[in-house]
């Protein structure tokens, strides 16, 4: 592990109670057990401001590829008469 600080935390506690019961079922100590559940929530966190991000540049994105998917409808049905008047020949 690369250069570690000592940081001191305040818990309720039953959530310590929680905490060592999981020391015993993982067979780690605290100091592991904390770790790895901020390495969790750190990474829930990404994931949603990620999540987030996505689904802001959709809802922009969405009335110009609306107007776009509009646009072009018109091109489509001009295409399709135009294959079908040539397959009709």
């Known amino acids: 592990m ?3 600080k000592r940081i001191i ?3 309720s506690e039953s959530l ?3 905490v060592d019961e999981f020391t015993v079922l993982e067979c780690k100590n605290r ?3 904390v770790r790895e559940a901020i390495r969790y929530y750190l990474n829930d966190r990404r994931k ?3 999540r987030d991000q996505m689904k802001k540049g959709y809802l922009e994105m969405a009335e110009i ?3 776009l998917a509009c646009e072009t409808a018109g091109m ?3 295409l399709f008469r135009r294959c ?3 397959l009709l020949e």
């Open 2 to 4: 690369s250069a570690s």
């Open 16 to 18: 310590l109670s929680e």
């Open 84 to 86: 079908e008047h040539k």
């Open 48 to 50: 949603e401001q990620l």
């Open 9 to 11: 935390i305040t818990v």
């Open 76 to 78: 489509d049905e001009e």
């Open 31 to 33: 100091s592991e057990i």
């Open 65 to 67: 590829n609306l107007k």
